[in-house]
């Protein structure tokens, strides 16, 4: 086997940074990898050497999967390590790396390439005695047939359009007697909406959980399982909190699993870590097999926390043909894991991603917490890539236990930049489903069937935030013009001074607000009502403090200039609020005002939907904008016609770029 | 430094006596402030309100930087005069910090009168501008009035200190390099126009702003033409005709918020204060002032304890405390500003008087302030005091006063009698800044003394025959009538005598609020000997 000490991390983001250091535990050397993006990234710092492999956009650099080869050698790195996402499954560049002499970290090129190829990876999980979702996939169409293999599937049903996806031409069948006209119903659907009318059926899965079952098997024939992880909280197929083990789980149906990802892994000889993943249906009590992926996962510190197994150095080590030296019967299940993935997305705006640097970071320090970031302060967060910027990781005795430390771990998360998800991963930590761990994956949609929204902002925090904003603009610095407040002659005759400070709202409107006092002691009106009546306020180190009748207050507040942000509140809404009402107008340089389209985040046009001189009508989609794997349709706010379009498909545009210019439409 | 160890004692039946004659003192004055705070008729300010016009001291606030303070100055100015009515002279002075730099702020009251001004309120206006001028202040003038007030034109017009003078003041401020700024928010006719028109920027508010030498019907009796006030004066022909405004804004809150803008790109020297360290309290409360003062004039007290409750930690350095005891001289911090402050404990002999003239001798060299605490009933009488030169020696503190460099803060505490409202640095001799408790007393002698002299002066008249008891009765009502009318602290103050009536326990926020100007204010080099007295 070959060996090798310097190691090329092809990926970035905090998964190279655990990568980098797994390297050092093992006394190997990193090379980082770095797009034009990331030359400032938090990996770069922390390896050994760093290698520019091309621009920002993803599949130039770290797609690239020659640039990276290229990089290897010339840093003399023996083994590449893919992580997750990018090239890790992708078994051409494991064998361009074999090719090119050096040692690809993952199974064999041909075990990502039977596992990569869904129905290839069935029959082999078939074959292995392992439990797919039961279903009929055949070429047969007839009715007679769908019936003879709905009758095997058994009730609930759905039966879905072959070239379909995304719900279109999908029907449940509750009842046999239904599924003729159902069959009818369904091809005509498929027909229209795909062009053909072919079927499938599958077994509905009435509760289903997502549970897998992390493997780890050497190039000696050894394999092990590590147990199961649940991953049922997500959203849009993306996990948000993972934990080890599975809650509420069967221990027969849990050992079944475990038997079957074990008996997998044999059959196809895998080596490396990898993960057996399972639909598990929680009214029936089955596990069938979903897929199975040849790399580490993102989650995989839950494992790592309750096992004590290093799976990122065991990766290496096994790359370098080392033997597992533990036994399955060695391996206990101690505690429990939980994990929660930190995003620079807006969960209450569709998960838009937010991107902008990051001011200041500030991580939980506690005890069984560990923090997997690959931001810092500094760190801009571009529209390139995954808006995955860190994961916290409680371990504790139980699962009550791990879950409390997870919650104060993300309260403690604090981050002045972008918008993260951090408030939102809290409320589904505190869903009765999840502390019952009763929750399937369904939960979020089933909880917020509109999506997810954060309690409003009521006029007292408005007031907090007016009162912040006062105190870090109250004049600063030496003398009583400083010192005073807003210092009247008459404020012992009853005429107190008054500061005006001009609030922002999202929908534009303007809050008028004054705020009399000094000295710790101010009252805060909001459009001429009291809203708030605090003492011993002051600002401290971005906190708040502030007591009232109800005792004393702390909250978290960001400031950028007249921006003004509580990071506590579930909202973490944001205003502007200034103390002229001249800066506090609608900001005319936004998204469609004025007659001018701009790009509210930086991205990538994919789609230009208009032309040069065409007439449109106000909400009528302009532009499609793709800024962190998200599409982002543009519309125009008015009616009008189109004058420029000064971007083409394609083009990489900055926050605030021009992307289209409208002038009123003539009237007739 | 040390610290001053107070002997009064709060709980003393002489400290209750002093403090309840002082709170019913302060009552009248907070009563009678609000009142004149609050402007106009309710009425008025309501119809003010409708035409989308926000009050003086609402657009002070708006104006002036969020938690900073305003310094407002003579509110009761015309208290009590033209029937009660003309609430703070109709216009509202003061200093403000404005996006940084503190400003002299002139603001015309228009729920009062129309805005128009009266003798005080020219009075006013050009002491605010005084102030502007020494203080090196830019000057912001929210221009809301319709020029002098007729009836009263000889005592407002004509003269040297009379409106003309205001126009003056502005264009050699302007000269001087210190910027002047009008926001017009109202009618500006005749006098008022030039306001604006002499300002080096100006501001209209669309649809109230007006300026014009002559309103539309002054245009139709002297030129026959028939004009409305927005066509002939408007914003919009201002800014986009004539040219008389450089900009137009849609409200006044815009109108401040631009002045606000305009006053930041002004690049004009840093004004904030170089301190050291922490700025410590006085360590006795300045609430117990009016308990420390005497309600009893004939009653001495000791101006230390006067002291001890406005600098910081209470900590006074005394020269020659045992000289010329009845001057009390010492320099201390307010606010962390040195300053030199001379307090009367008694009449000034000829050795205080050479202590104070030494004293401020000292001040000069080392450039501190001087703050004059005023309670004098004058320098001392009788043949022992003459043969002792009590004229020259008064004379030489005199002299020091007038000619001393340093800034100068007077606070009429108590009584400010004859010679030693001058030695005392009394209004005539300009101090930076003049402020009066509600127990001062401005004469050129206590009523006693007065009644006694003009007694003897009817009874040495050779040209009538002897008075009668009736007729010395009747003269000695006379003059304590006079004198009780004309020693009230609200005649002084209606009359601009003074820059404005303060509480006790507001004085050292007053003073700290002035040093901070008066500690700032680009000084040339000049030396002075000091002269052993």
């Known amino acids: 086997m070959t060996a090798f000490d310097k190691v090329l991390i092809a990926n970035r983001g905090e998964i190279a940074v655990r990568l980098i250091r797994a390297c050092r535990d093992l006394d190997l050397l990193s090379v980082a990898v770095y797009s034009d993006a990331d030359a400032d990234a938090l990996h770069v710092e922390r390896a050994d050497e760093a290698v520019r492999i091309g621009p920002a956009e993803a599949r130039a650099s770290y797609l690239d999967g020659q640039a990276l080869i290229r990089a290897a050698q010339r840093t003399g790195a023996g083994a590449i390590h893919p992580g997750y ?180 892994a044999q059959a196809i000889g895998y080596d490396n870590a990898g993960t057996v993943e399972f639909v598990v249906d929680a009214r029936r009590g089955e596990a069938y097999f979903l897929e199975m992926n040849t790399r580490l996962q993102v989650e995989h510190p839950v494992t790592e926390m309750i096992t004590g197994i290093d799976l990122a150095a065991w990766q290496l080590r ?26 620079a997305e807006d969960p209450a705006a569709g998960y838009q991603p937010q991107t902008g640097r990051i001011l200041a970071c500030q991580e939980p320090v506690l005890t069984g917490v560990r923090v997997d970031s690959g931001v810092r302060a500094g760190s801009e967060i571009s529209p390139y890539y995954d808006s995955m910027l860190a994961k916290l ?24 930049g972008p918008k993260l998800n951090t408030r939102f991963l809290q409320e589904i930590l505190r869903l009765p489903a999840f502390v019952e761990g009763r929750h399937l994956t369904s939960l979020l949609d089933e909880t917020w069937p509109q999506g997810w929204q954060p309690a409003a902002p009521t006029a007292r925090d408005r007031a907090c935030a007016v009162l912040a904003r006062h105190l870090a603009g109250c004049p600063s610095g030496p003398g009583p013009w400083a010192s005073l407040g807003a210092w009247r002659i008459g404020q012992d005759s009853g005429q107190v001074g008054r500061s005006w400070w001009y609030l922002q709202q999202p929908d ?103 032309h040069e001189g065409d007439e449109v009508r106000a909400g009528q989609p302009l532009l499609v904008l793709e800024a962190m794997k998200m599409l982002q349709q543009l519309c125009a706010s008015e009616d009008g016609v189109v004058t420029a379009v000064p971007v083409s498909v394609g083009s990489a545009v900055n926050s605030g770029d021009l992307l289209l210019a409208l002038s009123e439409r003539e009237t007739p | 430094m040390s610290a001053f160890a107070s002997r009064i004692d709060s709980g003393s039946s002489a400290f209750q006596a002093n403090a309840s004659h002082y709170s019913a003192l302060l009552e009248q004055l907070r009563e009678r402030r609000s009142l004149a705070m609050q402007g106009g008729h309710e009425k008025l300010r309501a119809r003010h309100h409708e035409r989308g016009k926000i009050l003086a001291r609402e657009r002070i606030d708006r104006l002036v930087d969020p938690g900073a303070p305003f310094l407002e100055l003579s509110t009761l100015a015309a208290y009590g005069q033209y029937g009660g009515e003309v609430h703070s002279a109709g216009v509202v002075t003061g200093i403000g910090m404005v996006s940084g730099t503190p400003c002299v702020i002139i603001a015309n009251d ?217 001057l009390v001289c010492a320099t201390a911090r307010i606010h962390g500003m040195p300053v030199g402050i001379l307090g009367n404990n008694g009449a000034l002999f000829s050795s205080s008087a050479l202590k104070g003239a030494h004293f401020i001798a000292l001040c000069e060299q080392r450039r501190i302030p001087l703050l004059f605490l005023q309670n004098i009933s004058g320098y001392m009488v009788g043949s ?148 052993r007295m």
């Open chain 2, 384 to 531: 022992e005091a003459e043969r002792g030169g009590i004229s020259k020696h008064s004379a030489k503190m005199v002299y020091a006063v007038a000619n001393a460099q340093v800034p100068k803060l007077t606070v009429v505490i108590g009584g400010s009698y004859g010679a030693g409202n001058y030695g005392m640095c009394g209004r005539g001799f300009r101090p930076d800044f003049l402020f009066a408790w509600p127990t001062a007393e401005i004469a050129t002698m206590s009523p006693d003394i007065a009644t006694n002299v003009m007694l003897e002066l009817r009874r040495s008249n050779l040209k009538l025959p002897p008075p009668t008891p009736e007729e010395l009765a009747q003269i000695e009502e006379a003059v304590r009538a006079q004198y009780a009318e004309q020693t009230d602290p609200y005649y002084a103050t209606s009359r601009l005598w003074d820059d404005g009536l303060i509480e006790p326990a507001q004085t050292r926020d007053v003073l700290g609020l002035c040093l901070a100007l008066i500690a700032t204010v680009p000084q040339h080099d000049r030396h002075t000997p000091v002269y």
């Open chain 1, 85 to 264: 996402g990018f090239l890790s499954e992708n078994a051409d560049f494991a064998r361009a790396c074999g090719q090119a002499g050096l040692v690809f970290v993952g199974p064999s090129a041909e075990l990502i390439a039977s596992m990569g190829a869904k129905s290839r990876a069935k029959q082999l999980a078939s074959a292995a005695g392992v439990a797919c979702v039961p279903g009929y996939h055949g070429e047969d169409q007839s009715d007679e047939r769908f019936r003879t293999e709905a009758q095997g599937i058994g009730t609930p049903l759905l039966i879905k359009a072959s070239a379909g996806g995304g719900g279109r031409g999908m029907r449940r069948v509750d009842d046999l007697a239904e599924l003729p006209g159902a069959l009818k119903l369904a091809r005509e659907e498929a027909r229209a909406a795909f062009g053909d009318a072919s079927l499938l059926l599958e077994r509905f899965i009435e509760a289903p959980r997502h549970i897998e079952v992390q493997i780890l098997g050497d190039r000696h024939g050894q394999v092990r399982h590590l147990f199961e992880r649940d991953c049922s909280v997500q959203r849009h197929y993306q996990k948000l909190i993972e934990e080890a083990p599975a809650p509420d789980l069967d221990p027969a149906l849990r050992q079944r699993m475990l038997d079957a990802a074990l008996r997998l």
């Open chain 1, 393 to 416: 990781i409680a371990h504790a005795p139980d699962r009550a236990a791990a879950r409390r430390r997870l919650g104060r771990a993300l309260a403690d998360f604090q981050v002045d």
């Open chain 1, 508 to 610: 534009g409107a303007v809050l008028v607000a004054q705020v009399s006092g000094c000295q710790g002691r101010f009252a805060v009106w909001l459009d001429g009502v009291l809203a708030l009546e605090a003492s011993e306020a002051r600002l401290e180190e971005g906190q708040l403090h502030y007591a009232d009748g109800l005792g004393r207050h702390r909250l978290a507040v960001q400031r950028r200039d007249d921006v003004l942000c509580l990071s506590d509140h579930p909202a973490q809404p944001c205003w502007r609020i200034s103390a002229s009402p001249r800066a506090a107008e609608p900001d005319q340089s936004g998204a469609g005002g004025g007659g001018r389209l701009l790009a509210p985040t930086p991205g990538q046009v994919v789609e230009i939907l208009v």
């Open chain 2, 110 to 326: 228009a729920t009062v009168k129309g805005g128009s001004y009266y003798h005080e309120t020219v009075k006013k206006h050009l002491r605010a501008q005084e102030i502007a001028g020494q203080q090196r202040l830019p000057c912001l003038y929210l221009v809301d009035c319709g020029g002098g007030y007729l009836p009263e034109q000889d005592r407002v017009f004509p003269d040297r200190d009379h409106f003309g003078n205001g126009f003056w003041r502005q264009c050699r401020m302007s000269a001087a390099g210190l910027p002047q700024i009008s926001a017009v928010f109202g009618g500006c006719t005749a006098g008022g126009a030039y306001i604006p028109a002499l300002s080096d920027q100006v501001i209209m508010v669309e649809g109230n702003a007006r300026i014009h030498l002559g309103g539309p019907s002054i245009v139709k009796i002297a030129v026959n033409e028939t004009v409305d006030g927005e066509s002939l004066g408007g914003a919009a022909m201002h800014t986009r005709e004539s040219g008389v405004s450089d900009h137009r804004v849609g409200s006044e809150e815009d109108a401040l918020a631009l002045l606000r803008e305009l006053v930041a790109e002004l690049n004009l020297p840093d004004r904030r204060p170089v301190l050291e360290g922490p700025v410590p309290p006085p360590l006795y409360d300045p609430a117990e002032l009016g308990g420390v003062v005497s309600h009893d004039r004939r009653l001495p007290y000791d101006c230390r304890e006067v002291m001890a409750r406005l600098v910081d930690g209470s900590a006074l350095s005394e020269f020659k405390p045992e000289w010329g005891e009845s």
């Open chain 1, 318 to 343: 096994i790359a370098a043909g080392e033997r597992i030296d533990f036994a399955q019967e060695d391996l206990r299940c101690t505690g429990w894991a939980m994990e929660a993935r930190i995003a």
